[in-house]
């Protein structure tokens, strides 16, 4: 592959011009955070944009008085069963899309994937009636049990596992390992990186969750931490810098984990894009 | 290396596979000997691959039997046949080190570590494969790869080796030199081979019986020196030997009733005979091959020792053939008539 050789004169110049307004569009309401979940509550308003004062008190209290250590644990625990049955479910399904032979296969696998065409709105108020039928408002169940499958983690690794030789399929087979050896041994090591990639999508869709959990909880206890900043918000409309303070405890755990698993997310984005 | 495999003649008995419409493999019935090494040869299409992977069990068979030793195999798994395959494409596991690629049937199998390792080094030391063992697929070349897939065959000591075209992805030399460890192989395992190629090079140099496919039906079965010396058909005869067999128009060197054909090194320029034109003259080096044409239908070569004074391109020339060397067909069905 030709690689680009790189931008010269002018042109590199512009380009991270253009970058750097870009970055800094981005970073701008992340610095204003940042300062004023730093500053004590009576400073906040005066200079807002310049770090005039300092203090931890406040990052104290809103992870004290918001309730956020629960409310981060709830998250971490939803995000991860969200994560890992996804996983299973997504593997399971791509692979029968792929490897097993049946009836109608494409015209179940086309209505998978037009699931993805549906909007999460359009199916909340009778997701919200099941769950609730179900008796699990305000449980864990309810606030997994629906995104346990999806069509999007399916989609990819059938992509990935389509790449995989027919001839690999056979010389497993003639070597004696049935459907369940070969995803085991031979499928899934050779679609690791997509497994990462999707993995860290679906732990940050289900992190950031704010809709589903904000409707089918309603006992403190069970907030998550999206929720539960909103909760924050309303009852200490007073302290702005205690919100902001709030979102950025809120924000560390997804950063720590993007921060580690970059590379896979790369990865995962350009997957399919460069042939090996 | 201990080789003791229980080894197993291959019956197949109006062996039949379509696919929807096609059929590629057309009621074939072939007997295979013990340690027979069998070519199936033919063009592309012609089904010869369709046999092979009905014989592996990786196709059923829409119709007919195939017996591996004295046992039906029809119902029975790939992985129960007793036979391992060589695909052209190597089909190794890329995520695996050498060493785990040869184990791995062993490993399927439940041998136990120590038993499959040793086996595993055996069958690298046969094929040179030793100071390799650590690397992963990717790291290795195309001929050492192959190599890799052979070991991964032999280690499980199969009766009968099947192999898709094995040496199709390799350059011209290190072909030349597998097809002969290929050969040495199979003298060593004292196991049945059935191979796979349009390669009638490889054809001739390594099978001990060549089957001939057209269009999903065998032309021809025999041993390689049959098959060229008493081609079944127009076919079979056009397609074994470089160059093929030139084959005259009918009535142009004997009765118009049937075809004659003679190789090419039984042909010859003469002052009388059949008219054609030069269309090419190619100095090989050990010969000259003068191609010309007959009609928009009819070509034929002859070969010439090197230092022969040959006609310029363009020129008319003459051909006759070796009345003892003569292959007479039918016109109509193409089969050989003496």
């Known amino acids: 592959m030709a690689l680009d050789t790189a931008p010269k004169g002018w042109r590199s110049f512009a380009r991270y011009s253009m970058l750097t307004i870009v970055a800094l569009f981005i970073l701008f309401p992340v610095y204003t955070t940042v300062i004023a979940a730093l500053k004590p509550g009576n ?28 409310y981060l644990m709830n998250t971490t625990v939803v995000a991860l069963i969200i994560t890992s049955v996804q996983l299973v479910t997504s593997i399971a399904s791509a692979y029968a899309f792929s490897f097993l032979k049946f009836p109608l296969k494409r015209l179940v696998f086309g209505i998978f994937l037009s ?5 999460l709105e359009v199916t909340l108020v009778i997701n919200r ?21 999806t069509a999007f983690g399916t989609f990819l690794l059938r992509q990935v596992f389509m790449q995989i030789p027919p001839d690999l399929r056979e010389a497993a087979q003639m070597d004696g390992l049935g459907h369940w050896g070969f995803m085991k041994e031979v499928a899934i090591p050779l679609v690791r990186p997509t497994l990462g990639a999707l993995g860290l999508f679906s732990f940050l869709a289900s992190w950031n969750q704010y ?38 405890i809120a924000a560390v755990p997804i950063l720590i984990v993007l921060v580690v698993f970059q590379k896979q997310l790369v990865r995962g984005l350009t997957a399919g894009a460069v042939k090996g | 290396m201990q ?34 090494f069998m070519i199936l040869l033919g063009p592309s299409g012609c089904g010869k691959s369709t046999l092979l992977r009905t014989i592996a069990g990786l196709e059923d068979p829409t119709a007919g039997e195939v017996w591996i030793g004295d046992k039906m195999v029809n119902d029975v798994e790939p992985k129960d046949r007793d036979v391992s395959m060589v695909f052209q494409s190597y089909a190794l596991y890329p995520h695996k080190s050498v060493q785990a690629n040869i184990e791995f049937p062993l490993k399927v199998r439940g041998v136990d570590k120590a038993e499959r390792a040793e086996a595993a080094k055996q069958a690298a030391e046969v094929l040179g494969l030793t100071p390799y063992l650590e690397r992963r697929p990717g790291a290795l070349s ?51 081979f059935v191979y796979v190629t349009h390669d009638q090079v490889e054809a001739m140099t390594m099978g001990n019986r060549i089957a001939v496919m057209r269009d999903g039906i065998i032309e021809q079965v025999g041993t390689p020196k049959d098959v060229y010396d008493k081609p079944a058909s ?35 320029l003469a002052t009388t005979g059949v008219a054609a034109t030069v269309a090419l003259v190619e100095h090989l080096g050990h010969e000259i091959q003068v191609v010309c044409t007959i009609d928009s239908e009819h070509r034929a070569t002859v070969r010439l020792p090197t230092g022969t004074e040959v006609p310029s391109n363009g020129s008319p020339v003459f051909l006759t053939a070796d009345e003892n060397h003569r292959h007479r067909f039918n ?7 003496s």
């Not at chain 1, 699931?115 to 909007?119: A, N, S």
């Not at chain 1, 009636?129 to 499958?149: H, K, M």
């Not at chain 2, 094995?166 to 192989?185: C, G, I, Q």
């Open chain 1, 43 to 70: 400073k906040v308003l005066d200079n807002p944009l310049l770090p005039n004062a300092f203090t931890l008190d406040v990052l104290k209290n809103a992870w004290t008085e918001g309730r956020l250590g629960r």
């Open chain 1, 115 to 119: 699931t993805l065409l549906v909007p």
């Open chain 1, 129 to 149: 009636r099941t769950i609730d039928s179900l008796g699990w408002l305000n449980s864990f169940q309810g606030l997994t049990v629906p995104f346990i499958a």
């Open chain 1, 211 to 248: 809709l589903w959990p904000s409707l089918i909880t309603t006992e403190d206890d069970m907030n998550t931490v999206q929720t539960g900043l909103r909760h924050l918000a309303s009852s200490d409309l007073d302290k702005p810098n205690l919100i902001m303070a709030g979102t950025i």
């Open chain 2, 3 to 36: 080789y003791d495999a229980s080894v197993a003649s291959i019956r197949l008995v109006g062996v039949s596979k379509h696919f929807g419409d096609v059929k590629a493999v057309d009621n074939v019935s072939l007997d295979i000997a013990d340690r027979d």
């Open chain 2, 142 to 192: 195309g001929g050492q790869r192959q190599r890799v897939a052979l070991a991964r065959a032999i280690v499980r000591q199969p009766a009968v080796f099947c192999m898709d075209e094995p040496l199709s992805n390799l350059d011209a030399k290190l072909r030349a030199e597998t097809r002969a460890e290929l050969v040495a192989l199979h003298h060593r395992l004292d196991a049945t």
């Open chain 2, 234 to 268: 127009v076919f079979v005869a056009e397609f074994i030997g470089t160059p093929p067999m030139n084959i005259f128009p009918a009535g142009s060197v004997e009765a118009a009733d049937h075809l004659v054909g003679a190789r090419p090194e039984h042909t010859h």
């Open chain 2, 331 to 337: 016109v109509e069905t193409g089969l050989r008539i």
